[in-house]
């Protein structure tokens, strides 16, 4: 091991190795502590994790002193310090305290409470609900998640009981599509069935558009406002007169109010005549 500190990032660094904040009442002890043990092996201070102090069959034992050796103690701790949340730092931290003593004390922890986990894991599973998330993809999501964390305290969902409960936690529009993957001679893998319901997910979403945009009022007539009704070929003046005049009855059209066209002109007309006679 090198003496070169300046080999080992800075503490804020960590957070892109180790994106996750441990914390107690959670399940994800596995995945941050292979994250964690990763990020020192690749900076060669994997040997901290395992010992208080310089290991005397280690072959870097000549190459580093006693103090490099607590400097670099130092900054495995920061590293661990920073992924923790402040509740699970301010139960494991104490003065003197290794790095290799805070992190059996964290594993120490996580083990004691996996049966406490499991049952709250075990819980939000079997009651995972697609009418719960925005989209399949998201539902997906979850359920493969909250298996991921079982397996990890010790309680392991096996394959076919993972799809069969994404089945179950479907609502009624995807009931043909549930019956089809009970109904099959052999289940099929989570990941197939997730695509199934993308795909069945995607033609709705589909038709669901063609619907509305066949539905859009831009598209229906609405006006109340009747045309003129245009006179059969054939059909004389007095006819076609009689037959549309309730057309415009009430509206102020031609043949109301001062008599329209027909009505209020013929006083002019009778006077003419008067006058003729």
Partial sequence: MSSDLTKLQPVNHILHSVPI?????????????????????????????????????????????????????????????ATLSKELLSTIMESGLTAKKAWDRIKNMFHDNKHTCALALENKFTNCKLDDF????AYCQELKSLADQLADVDSKVEPHRLVLQLVDGLN?????LATHINQSEK??????????????ETMKQRQAALTNSSGSPALVATSDTKEPQQRPTGTDNNSFRHTNSSNYRGRGGRNSGRG??????????????????
């Avoid at 208080?52 to 701790?77: C, G, M, Q, Y």
């Avoid at 329209?260 to 006679?277: D, P, T």
């Fill in 21 to 81: 904040k441990l914390e107690l009442n959670t399940s994800e002890y596995n995945t941050w502590s292979e994250l964690f043990r990763i990020h020192c092996k690749a900076h060669d201070v994997l040997d901290h994790l395992t010992s208080d102090t310089i290991p005397a069959t280690s072959s870097k034992a000549p190459e580093i002193t006693h103090e490099d050796w607590d400097r670099h103690d130092d900054i495995v701790l920061q590293w661990m310090y």
């Fill in 134 to 137: 925005p989209n399949v993809s």
């Fill in 172 to 176: 009624e529009n995807y009931s043909t």
């Fill in 187 to 200: 289940l099929p893998t989570f990941y197939d069935a997730r695509s199934k319901l993308i795909l069945e």
């Fill in 260 to 277: 329209g066209r027909f009505g209020g002109r013929g006083r002019g007309r009778s006077n003419w005549n008067g006058g003729q006679s």
